[in-house]
């Protein structure tokens, strides 16, 4: 299964965000992530979804969203070069003697330590989603006590919309 | 027929006083956007969620107002209204429990794109999501089964919503439009401009096809040997039966429809092979299966026509014209799509189509595969025939009558033995296939053309899912027919529990039913039943004289079952041909 990023232009209105979800859900299509957030343009919010399936699932998922009234517009961003981020905050378990080798992941993978308590530290990552399961891999020997990852954000590089 | 509101004033006096700019209530907004929108007819049922709105029908006439026994009711009248009429059939009901009583109705217009306004109070805005009194959340409910639905949340934005609905429920690929309206919306007041212009950014149906796409087809019918067109319901829809018409007559080419597509062609052409699939004709399903060719004109490929997909027309190349681009690939791989409405595609191919000259033989043997393999079935003296009472209907009416039906054998045996030649005199549901549907919807079609004789063909099933409405048949005197056929089973059910399931009949007995005759009388219709031939033709000559609604029992064998039959699973030429002779 391939998968792939879109994005969906669609107004923002109460209830748009269960339109598109519930139309993958009942049609079973996968959803990997979804994202929903203000847009370029007041008024229109924009949804990034990673999902997966063939050329024919691809071309149903963008007909049946252009179905609903609320959709402007469904970009398939990974058929062109994107940048695609995801941000995810892992609370670790880090003792004082553990900690130093902690630092040294968070540095190597360009994250942050976001906060320290006396049994644990936040890590903050951003990256695409490759690079974020591998820092979630690094971490885990150390024990994580709390994940949150955002799901995938992305634009397509240069001018090409 | 006389309905409660019968004196409507004069079209263009009242709708100049209506466009006057005025401070009113919601509800008024309402009454007022539904008038300007050309409505005449509306199904509801009041409730506390939408009692301003009533309070502003009290002594209203400007429409008529039907108020059913049931919610399920009211959809259906208004799902048999616009199926009839072409036009928006519109519904009222109240928040929570009336609001849920009519998703049935929405899911049954939604599967068969039927456009439909849907209206529902709801609590007033601050107690919603509280689990107040009569509370449900009906646009979350209906998300899946409306093409797109409302809540009003400010009485300003309500003369354009009503607008907005009604051209989005009416255009493109046609469906249910649900607004919600909380009970405090409907009381507020603001100054109403009527709305006559309608923007909604994203929504631009696609009504003229691509020209190639079409001169593509074109080419493809002047190579075909073995072409096909099977045409549905977006042919009635659109309205481009007479296109249609000149098409096949162009082109020459043999024409199967669907379901939902009977009346889309005259029956009694040499060319109309009658409809295909899983109790099709024998001809329409092995043409299918043997076209080069399969020209596919606003029907959506649905598994009772196709049978196993993966073996449909294995050997045709696949054009498709569909208004709905999603329809277009969702279910049959397309060689050529066209994506249109379905009248203006068929001009624009109308201009530049020929004869199917290679398709002669083609032409001869699918005529005489027609005359060897008709819908037939086995006749009896002694016991009615569902089927013989369905061709006497047929004779009796000269196929004039506009025909509704609820689902199971009965809708079978009206689909194969009524033979139907104009658009809109058919009204059936298709793709939900919703018991109960057959009697109310036939109110509608009725209420839509007061001079037509509307006749609904009912088993004895179904018609105990809204047998209730045959009141509002009484009260306004719609003078529909009600036939029954009383087989006292579920009979479609009983014959797959026959032929499928080794003849484990499981809770399908459906004796105990009332006595029809008089449940008619008690609610102050006619009432009739026959058991022989003879009696048959008596009562219903005397039903058919009768000035009001009535009910005509037809006490049929139980045992009967529709052939043709395709099995679920197997290809539409593996068909089951029964006992007929």
Not at chain 2, 281 to 291: F, L, P, V
Not at chain 2, 382 to 387: H, R, S
Request: aromatic share 6%; with cysteine.
């Amino acid at each position: 299964m391939i998968k792939h990023t879109i994005a969906v232009i669609v107004n923002d209105q109460p209830g748009v965000l269960q339109r598109v979800s519930g139309l993958f859900g009942r049609r079973g299509f996968n959803i990997e992530s979804i994202t929903v957030g203000t847009s370029e343009e007041v008024g229109l919010s924009r949804m990034v979804i990673v999902t997966s399936g063939d050329e024919q699932t691809l071309e149903q998922i963008t007909k049946q969203l252009y179905k609903l009234i609320d959709v402007i517009k469904v970009i398939h961003l990974s058929s062109n070069p994107i940048v695609a981020r995801e941000l995810a905050l892992i609370k670790v378990s880090a003792e004082p003697a553990t900690r130093p080798e902690i630092f040294g992941v968070v540095e190597t993978f360009r994250a942050a330590v976001v906060d320290i308590g006396t049994h644990s530290v936040m890590v903050q990552v951003v990256g695409d989603t490759e690079k974020i399961d591998a820092m979630v891999e690094l971490l885990k020997p150390y024990g994580i006590r709390e994940l949150s990852r955002t799901g995938v954000t992305a634009l397509n590089r240069g001018n090409s919309r | 027929m006389v309905t409660q509101n019968a004196t409507l004033k004069s079209k263009e006096e009242l709708m100049e006083k209506l466009r006057q700019p005025e401070v009113i209530t919601g509800s008024e907004i309402l009454l007022r956007s539904l008038v300007l929108e050309g409505v005449d007819c509306v199904f509801g049922y009041p409730g506390g969620a939408v009692l301003y709105i009533y309070d502003a029908m009290h002594g209203f006439s400007d429409f008529n107002h039907v108020l059913t026994r049931h919610e399920q009711g009211a959809i259906h009248a208004a799902d048999g209204y616009a199926r009839a009429s072409g036009k928006v059939g519109v519904c009222i009901a109240t928040s929570g429990p009336g609001a849920t009583n009519l998703v049935t109705g929405i899911a049954t217009a939604y599967m068969d794109s039927v456009p439909l306004v849907v209206i529902t109070g709801n609590v007033i805005s601050s107690l919603i999501g509280t689990d107040a009194f009569q509370e449900a959340d009906i646009t979350g409910i209906t998300m899946p089964i409306t093409k797109h639905s409302y809540l009003v949340r400010d009485v300003d934005d309500l003369a354009r919503i009503i607008h907005e609905a009604f051209h989005i429920a009416n255009t493109g690929r046609k469906g249910p439009v649900l607004i919600d309206i909380p009970k405090d919306i409907s009381a507020n007041k603001t100054l109403f401009k009527p709305v006559t212009d309608v923007s909604i950014r994203g929504y631009s149906p696609t009504v003229s096809p691509n020209k190639l796409q079409v001169d593509k087809m074109i080419k493809a019918i002047t190579e075909a040997e073995r072409p096909l067109i099977l045409a549905g319901g977006g042919v009635i829809y659109s309205g481009g039966h007479e296109e249609l018409h000149e098409f096949v007559k162009k082109t020459d080419i043999p024409i199967t429809t669907t379901l939902l597509g009977l009346g889309a062609f005259p029956s009694g052409e040499d060319l109309f092979l009658g409809m295909p699939g899983m109790h099709g004709t024998y001809t329409a399903n092995k043409s299918i299966q043997k076209a080069d060719l399969l020209i596919n004109i606003g029907a959506r490929f649905d598994d009772r026509v196709t049978g196993k997909l993966s073996g449909f027309a294995p050997h045709a190349k696949i054009i498709h014209i569909d208004i709905d681009p999603a329809e277009i690939g969702k279910n049959v791989p397309t060689d050529i799509p066209i994506v249109g409405d379905v009248k203006t595609v068929l001009q624009i191919a109308n201009l530049q189509a020929k004869r199917a000259d290679k398709a002669d033989a083609w032409r001869a043997e699918l005529l005489a595969s027609k005359a060897q393999y008709p819908f037939r079935y086995k006749d009896s003296e002694d016991e009615l025939k569902p089927q013989w009472v369905v061709e006497m209907l047929h004779e009796t009416t000269n196929g004039d009558a506009i025909v509704t039906t609820d689902v199971g054998q009965h809708q079978m045996w009206a689909a194969q033995f009524y033979k139907f030649n104009k658009p809109r005199s058919w009204v059936t549901s298709g793709g939900l296939g919703t018991m109960g549907f057959g009697f109310p919807s036939a109110i509608g079609a009725q209420m839509a053309n007061p001079d037509r004789l509307v006749i609904s063909i009912n088993g004895d099933g179904g018609m105990q899912m809204c047998a209730q409405e045959l009141a509002i048949c009484a009260i306004n005197k719609i003078p529909v027919k009600v036939v029954i056929l009383n087989n006292q089973v579920l009979g479609m059910v009983r014959q797959w529990q026959e032929l499928i399931y080794d003849n484990r009949y499981s809770h399908i007995d459906l004796s105990g039913s009332p006595d029809f005759v008089k449940l008619a009388e008690a609610y102050g219709v006619k009432g009739f039943r026959a058991t022989n031939k003879e009696e048959a033709k008596a009562v219903w000559e005397e039903a058919l004289r009768h000035p009001g609604p009535a009910v005509v029992e037809f006490v049929v064998r139980k045992e009967e079952n529709v052939y043709p039959m395709v099995a679920q699973g197997s290809t539409i030429d593996e068909m089951i041909m029964g006992d007929a002779e």
